[in-house]
């Protein structure tokens, strides 16, 4: 059996991935030489970096089934977005019924098969979420423990209020088991007036969760429009796309270390990037 700092050891040397999109086009591909990527401000070694093209996507929708008209409506535009993934790519489809999670797809290559896995929701308020962060710990459950694809999850439905969305306990834990599977959240949020409290309020847990995941959170105004506009906005973000592998700092003890990481282009400071706020 490997004793304790052995352990911390090998766990500190064992190579880690991220998903690091980046929010405009830039007339070369990312490299490894050119990312600055730091833990706690101390230089780390990209090891890699896969780009676009070299890993497909795995999706899962997750969809609110407590959702109108809003969502109803724009399936056609849902199903052809999950056709229009790259080759090889995955998609998982799952509707959110109260506490709870109906798979109604499991992970697929077939994408016309996941696009006529969609279905109107059923507009039903008694089906509302009251808690995302489990269901989104439910959602990742799905995902295989070694990943092949780059890894992401979409929430589609209304802002889920939360009492403290930065101590919220499930958003946390949804939060940390999606960083270290390195799985990207992203969220189109419809506007409801059921919504309990304020919207600017009601959307603060799903834009940590979004934001801290390394994805992004897209906003439909009151009244409800279509999501076509935000999954244009979606698909050129995941076309930008790279799986970076590093290898984590040791402290003097071999332990990995921790704390916020950063990651800049060197030499083009001005590219924006989004990645998991740890």
């Given at each position: 059996?490997?004793?304790?700092?052995?352990?911390?050891?090998?766990?500190?040397?064992?190579?880690?991935?991220?998903?690091?999109?980046?929010?405009?086009?830039?007339?070369?591909?990312?490299t490894a030489?050119?990312l600055?990527?730091?833990?706690?401000?101390?230089?780390?070694?990209?090891?890699?970096?896969?780009?676009?093209?070299?890993?497909?996507?795995?999706?899962?929708?997750?969809?609110?089934d407590?959702?109108?008209?809003?969502?109803?409506?724009?399936?056609?535009?849902?199903?052809?977005?999950?056709?229009?993934?790259?080759?090889?790519s995955?998609?998982?489809?799952?509707?959110?019924?109260g506490?709870?999670?109906?798979?109604?797809?499991?992970?697929?290559?077939?994408?016309?098969?996941?696009?006529?896995?969609?279905?109107?929701?059923?507009?039903?308020?008694?089906?509302?979420?009251?808690?995302?962060?489990?269901?989104?710990?439910?959602?990742?459950?799905?995902?295989?423990?070694?990943?092949?694809?780059r890894?992401?999850?979409?929430?589609?439905?209304?802002?889920?209020?939360?009492?403290?969305?930065?101590?919220d306990?499930?958003?946390?834990r949804?939060?940390?088991?999606?960083?270290?599977?390195?799985?990207?959240?992203?969220?189109i949020?419809?506007?409801?007036?059921?919504?309990?409290?304020?919207w600017?309020?009601?959307?603060?847990?799903?834009?940590?969760?979004?934001?801290?995941?390394?994805?992004?959170?897209?906003?439909l105004?009151?009244?409800?429009?279509?999501?076509?506009?935000?999954?244009?906005?979606?698909?050129?973000?995941?076309?930008?796309?790279?799986l970076?592998?590093?290898?984590?700092?040791?402290?003097?003890?071999?332990?990995?270390?921790?704390?916020?990481l950063?990651?800049?282009?060197?030499?083009?400071?001005?590219?924006?990037?989004?990645?998991?706020?740890?």
């Amino acid at each position: 059996m490997a004793t304790a700092p052995a352990a911390g050891q090998e766990a500190a040397a064992r190579p880690r991935r991220i998903l690091v999109t980046v929010t405009q086009a830039l007339p070369d591909p990312l490299t490894a030489v050119e990312l600055d990527l730091r833990i706690s401000k101390k230089p780390v070694e990209v090891t890699r970096v896969f780009q676009p093209q070299e890993r497909p996507v795995q999706l899962a929708v997750l969809i609110d089934d407590s959702t109108g008209p809003e969502v109803a409506n724009s399936l056609p535009a849902l199903a052809a977005f999950l056709r229009a993934l790259p080759a090889g790519s995955e998609v998982m489809v799952a509707y959110l019924r109260g506490p709870s999670l109906n798979l109604v797809q499991a992970f697929t290559v077939d994408l016309e098969k996941a696009a006529a896995a969609l279905r109107p929701p059923s507009s039903n308020p008694k089906l509302a979420i009251t808690d995302l962060g489990q269901l989104v710990l439910d959602g990742l459950g799905h995902f295989p423990i070694t990943p092949e694809r780059r890894q992401q999850l979409l929430y589609v439905g209304y802002a889920v209020p939360v009492r403290d969305a930065v101590h919220d306990p499930a958003l946390s834990r949804a939060i940390s088991e999606a960083q270290g599977r390195g799985v990207a959240v992203w969220a189109i949020q419809v506007a409801t007036r059921f919504a309990a409290g304020p919207w600017e309020s009601s959307s603060e847990g799903v834009e940590r969760l979004t934001e801290e995941t390394g994805g992004q959170a897209f906003a439909l105004p009151f009244p409800p429009t279509e999501l076509e506009p935000s999954l244009q906005q979606l698909r050129p973000l995941l076309d930008r796309q790279y799986l970076v592998e590093f290898t984590p700092p040791a402290d003097k003890n071999g332990q990995r270390v921790t704390g916020k990481l950063t990651i800049a282009v060197r030499g083009r400071k001005e590219v924006g990037l989004l990645y998991p706020q740890r």
